[in-house]
């Protein structure tokens, strides 16, 4: 039966329908871009390869057993460029290929079959990747977590990291999990182990009992805790060293203490310049946990937990609250999404979507509400704006049941259900662009650098910097795919987008490196123990050196390309594909047997496709109206599934591993529950070709997967029809070869999962900022390292009439009738399925046949008496540059056919169901192992060594004092010089504890407060910044009195007075690194508070003082809570001096 046929009125109103794109083809994020930054990059390891995919006079090469791949060419404005960036034409000559004698396949033995090659494979998008044991286009890094599969992760997927010089913790979906660095090198548990599937390879790691989904984590270094808030609304603390308990894995490691914080989702936690914790959830809420009831809480035993929970509970600080009056609040009610600690001038940040809100970390007062352009807001707040709902109208045009009408003729009723769809389509994709596109200028990740200024980043790729006071300072734009994400280190600034790159700022935001270090969005960055971490979505968790890009990359390349032999693994895997135009109809068990189940045995991998699974004008354009709102599939192509699953034995044998439809196209893949372990991340697609490219009777649908550490993609396509068609089935192909984008199905509710904004999946950028606007397209297809495409192609035999092609197939004369193939003659000129394989065909002509009538003599004989063709077809590229190569790490799947048949039994439909048998091999790369030998290296390479005592290298510096005594109200100058004539010195001033002065002399212990805090009595400025080779800076060291309501408990007002007339004294610590460094020098400072009636005393010896004070400036002065200081008048002095 011929593809559905439509009269040109019935054509005009499909016409109507608009083109739109299907929702489901949303970004691939093994995209990579390429793009001329704004300011010169500095020449690194990195620039002897090319870092992006643009093909060049040099092979692109790329990691082996990676997922970042690169399509080896780029679509400029709709045509493929070649080297020279000229269009491509034939490329290579075809060739016919036939094995080696006495070459078998596996432990049957199986030879494989001659095969036709089509030309111009040896360039642009069809040019076959090159791989390598090492990717040289990024710099090497520790895979602590290897990329899991995907299927393996369901309720356990990792959210966040949070690093310290020697731990990793993660939060992920079910509890927290912490890897100890020193064993970071250290093989896997391997399958079978101990661990989780998914987990096999990773590094040594210890996990938490069950808790709900964390959201955020906070390292607490001064008292060892790991802070994590959960989507339960709970905060929990864990101790970072859990001891010997950690050993036995099968008893998981318990929280410290817990309590109920919110209502909604804890989205973020920080410990603001005063060690007190800051929370923030849905609503606008902002919640401060004040330290001395936490530390109180965790001084309980583990059996007071429920006490504990109670006194942090009772002791909460509700800003939200503070800042309403009369039930008008100065901030939004939408979600506060982060929090951040500006540590330099005592403030804390709060971002919404499209605002900032600015505090006081001592005094807790709203400073600043601003919106994302830097300006200043005086709002009333507004209702939270609910997301729009979709009405049922789309579902009442499509499933209520019409008036009773009269009768009408089959072209009316198809004029009437199209034209109707078109509206509906029309409406739908107006809607569902206002319902799910998001702001841009949303924040999604907020970063505090090293000289003060605050970076955010947003969902169009601009970083903005800010001072500390919300002024914006500059904008930069090196990336047009959302920024997720920010960390720092040195003076450096890491950035994780959304597609996957991390890329590497100055202080003013030149860019200084970028690469790809995941094929999927970049959600959380950390940095510790000489690392920068990086998460994706798909929960890998990968170690960047802080030296990169640098000299130690091309060493451990080097070095690590040597051992390949150790690491690299082979597996053998086969694979059948069965293509069938079914006509609209149903086959029956024992056809289904016939095809596919009778030849499973030793397979462990079947991809089925059909076509013209259901059809019908109505139908087609009501598919296409589902597609648009990611809607798909059909009870008729479940019934198939279901049928073909079945005759897979699927319960016992083979296990369904996922489905995608357009139309009447389908295609469903099964894997043998025997190789289930290595086999997943499914993704789909689909590419419509119909009717101005947006209905499904033509297209093809497709399915990417994972087996073995390498993609495999396959196809199912039905391309134009008619003898006359070449050149639009031509067209086809190329269509679907360049605009197949894979999605993750479900995995959007992954995203959501994990806290990345929907939007930073479904929003598709195609031109660079940096580049002009020239599009830029990358094809998925291209990327992968084995591609299948089947189908019902329709290319036909021409040259030749009826009877001749009857009388051919009599006689099984196929040598003539293949070289009247159409598809075999565009192959050969490299027009299409360029570089592509076929094996021989042997088998007579699959079209077009009389149903349910058997044998040759099935072939149509009405009266339009069509030339049979072979217009079902399997045609497939691996990693081969030459026939018959190798498999290795350079040329990981090597592929040949060894069954290419029609099932000339099976007489359900108008076609022949068609079969392909593959055997491939697969070379890949054990992880596990090639991490251990990089630990070798780097413990045994003496350069390398080097490298890394290089990097404990710290200016020296110098201060003016290390003891300062206060009054009320004082303010000392403490001066920090750089004594390097070369480096810059990174200085930071934390509290290492504050203690009660005792007149007996004896020893005094300090204690700290949360993350190092400041007691609040003493305020320093600025607490950190860069100071410039023979540079210094001077820090303000003031007292302030400060009492607030948290000495009051139950309204209870506390004994403050007694306490606070004793000498108190805190241990300031001045820590310097470079801007480079992984270790640090620390400066101790005390600092005491005396009060007037000593502080008249040491005034009546100022030549003491001078001398205790080490030569430093003192004098009086106000310090604002905005951070401004203003000389004192004689009154305010004498008051200061008076209490």
């Not at 460029?81 to 036939?98: H, L, M, P």
């Not at 005094?363 to 352009?373: A, E, G, R």
């Not at 697969?922 to 005592?949: M, P, T």
Request: proline share 4%.
């Amino acid at each position: 039966m011929d593809p559905l046929s439509i009269e040109e009125e019935d054509e005009e109103a499909l016409a109507t329908l608009v083109p739109v794109p299907s929702r489901r083809k949303t970004h691939s994020y093994s995209q990579q871009f390429d793009f001329k930054p704004h300011h010169q990059i500095r020449k690194h390891s990195l620039d002897e390869v090319p870092r992006s995919a643009n093909l060049g006079s040099e092979p692109v090469y790329f990691d082996s057993s990676d997922d970042e791949f690169s399509t080896g060419g780029n679509i400029v404005n709709g045509e493929t460029t070649t080297d020279g960036g000229g269009i491509i034409g034939g490329g290579e000559d075809y060739s016919v290929v036939t094995p080696p004698p006495n070459v078998g396949l596996g432990e049957d033995d199986v030879e494989p079959l001659p095969e036709f090659i089509g030309a111009g494979g040896g360039a642009g998008i069809f040019k076959v990747p090159v791989r390598a044991a090492v990717h040289p286009g990024r710099p090497p890094c520790l895979e602590l977590r290897p990329h899991p599969l995907r299927e393996t992760q369901t309720g356990k997927f990792l959210r966040n990291i949070a690093c310290t010089e020697t731990q990793l913790w993660a939060g992920q979906e079910n509890g927290v999990r912490f890897w100890d660095l020193e064993e970071a090198y250290e093989v896997g548990s391997g399958i079978g182990g101990q661990v989780r599937r998914g987990d096999e390879d990773t590094a040594p790691f210890h996990e938490s009992v069950i808790t709900s989904p964390t959201m955020c984590l906070l390292c607490d270094q001064s008292n060892k805790l790991l802070w994590s808030g959960h989507k339960d609304g709970k905060i929990r603390a864990w101790k970072m060293d859990q001891g010997s308990s950690v050993c036995d894995d099968s008893n998981p490691f318990k929280e410290r203490v817990s309590w109920q914080a919110h209502r909604g989702p804890v989205n973020s936690i920080v410990i603001s310049s005063y060690g007190d914790m800051w929370s923030c959830s849905e609503g606008g809420l902002i919640k401060i946990w004040p330290w001395d009831t936490l530390e109180k809480s965790l001084l309980l035993k583990p059996e007071e937990k429920h006490m504990a929970a109670l006194l942090v509970e009772r002791s909460v600080i509700d800003l939200r609250s503070q800042v309403t009056v009369n039930g008008t609040c100065s901030i939004s009610s939408s979600d506060v999404k982060y929090l951040l600690a500006d540590s330099v001038r005592a403030k804390v940040w709060a971002v919404q979507s499209l605002s900032f809100s600015i505090w006081d970390a001592r005094s807790k007062d709203l400073l600043k509400v601003l919106n994302v352009d830097g300006q200043v807001e005086c709002r009333v707040d507004m209702p939270p704006v609910q997301d729009q709902q979709f009405d049922d109208e789309m579902k009442v045009k499509f499933f209520s049941a019409s008036k009773k009408e009269k009768p009408q003729g089959f072209l009316q009723r198809s004029r009437n259900a199209i034209m109707g769809a078109a509206g509906a389509v029309r409406r739908v994709a107006t809607r569902s662009a206002g319902a799910f596109s998001e702001d841009t200028r949303k924040t999604e990740a907020i970063v505090l650098a090293v000289d003060g200024t605050i970076w955010t980043g947003s969902m169009s790729g601009l970083i903005v910097q800010w001072d500390g006071n919300g002024s914006r300072l500059r904008d930069v734009n090196h990336h047009q795919r959302p920024v997720l994400c920010f960390c720092t280190f040195g003076d450096r600034i890491y950035v994780g987008y959304a597609s996957g790159y991390i890329q590497v700022l100055d202080p003013d935001g030149k860019l200084i490196a970028s690469w790809v270090s995941h094929n999927e969005p970049v959600i959380k960055l950390a940095a510790g123990g000489g690392y920068v971490f990086s998460l994706a979505t798909h929960g890998g968790v990968r170690g960047w050196y802080v030296t990169s890009p640098g000299p130690l990359d091309n060493i451990i390349r080097t070095e690590l390309s040597q051992k390949e032999t150790s690491y690299a693994r082979q597996d053998n895997v086969r694979i059948l594909i069965g293509t069938w135009n079914v006509g609209q109809g149903r086959a029956s068990h024992d056809a289904l047997m016939s095809w596919l189940g009778s030849v499973t045995s030793d397979v462990g991998i079947v991809v089925v496709g059909l076509q013209e699974v259901e059809m019908g004008a109505g139908f087609l354009a009501m598919s296409a109206a589902k597609e648009t709102v990611g809607l798909e599939g059909s009870a008729v192509g479940q019934w198939w599934i279901d049928a073909i699953g079945k005759a897979l034995d699927e319960k016992n044998t083979f296990e369904r591993m996922g489905s995608r439809q357009l139309a009447g196209l389908l295609i469903s893949l099964w894997a043998r529950k025997d190789i289930r372990t290595h086999v997943g991340d499914l993704d789909v697609a689909a590419v419509p070709c119909g009717f101005g490219r947006a209905i499904g009777n033509k297209g093809g649908v497709g399915l990417r997967i994972r087996v073995y550490d390498r993609i495999m993609c396959f196809v199912n396509c039905h391309l134009a029809a008619h003898l006359e068609a070449v050149n639009r089935r031509n067209a086809d192909f190329n269509h679907i070869f360049r605009l197949m984008v894979f999605s993750r199905g479900q995995n959007l509710s992954n995203a959501a999962v994990a806290g990345v904004s929907t939007a930073a999946y479904t929003v598709k950028t195609t031109t660079n900022p940096s580049a002009g606007t020239t599009e830029e397209i990358k094809s998925d297809l291209a990327a992968a390292d084995m591609i299948a495409f089947f189908g019902d192609f329709n290319y036909r035999l021409f040259g030749i009439t009826y009877d001749e092609a009857r009388d051919f197939i009599s006689q099984r004369s196929f040598d003539w009738l293949r070289e009247r193939d159409q598809l075999r003659q565009e192959m050969k000129i490299g027009k299409v399925f360029q570089g592509m394989r076929e094996a021989l065909i042997t088998f007579p002509p699959t079209y077009k046949f009389e149903r349910n009538r058997s044998g040759l003599g099935g072939y149509d004989s009405g009266e339009k008496k069509r030339i049979p063709a072979w217009c079902d077809r399997v045609i497939y590229r691996d990693t081969q540059s030459s026939p018959f190569s190798e498999s290795n790490l350079q040329c990981p799947v090597v592929s040949s056919v060894i069954m290419y048949e029609a099932c000339m039994d099976v007489t359900e439909s108008d076609h022949k169901p068609v079969r392909c048998k593959f055997h491939a091999t697969i070379a890949h790369v054990d992880k596990s192992v090639r991490r251990q030998e990089l630990g070798k290296i780097i413990r045994s390479n003496e350069k390398i060594r080097s490298i890394f005592e290089d990097l404990k290298s710290v200016p020296e510096t110098t201060v003016s004092t290390n003891n300062i005594v206060l009054q009320s109200q004082d303010t000392v100058i403490l001066t920090i010089t750089n004594n390097s004539t070369t480096s810059k010195a990174i200085y930071s001033i934390l509290c290492g504890g504050q203690t009660i002065v005792k007149d007996d002399g004896e020893e005094v212990e300090y204690i700290p407060r949360g993350s190092f805090g400041l007691p609040r009595w003493l305020e320093v400025s600025p607490a950190a910044g860069i100071i410039k080779p023979e540079g210094t800076v001077d820090v303000k060291v003031h007292h302030e009195d400060f009492h607030t309501l948290e000495e009051y408990v139950d309204g209870i007002p506390q004994n403050w007075w007694c306490e606070d007339t004793r000498d108190k004294e805190a241990l300031l610590m001045v820590n310097i690194r470079g801007s480079c460094s992984t270790t640090l020098t620390s400066h101790s400072i005390k600092v005491r508070h005396c009060y007037s009636a000593r502080v008249c005393l040491l005034e009546n010896k100022p030549t003491n003082l001078t001398k205790n004070l080490g030569g430093s400036r003192h004098y009086p002065t106000d310090i604002s809570r905005s951070g401004s200081t203003r000389p004192k008048t004689d009154d305010s002095v004498r008051r200061g001096k008076s209490r």
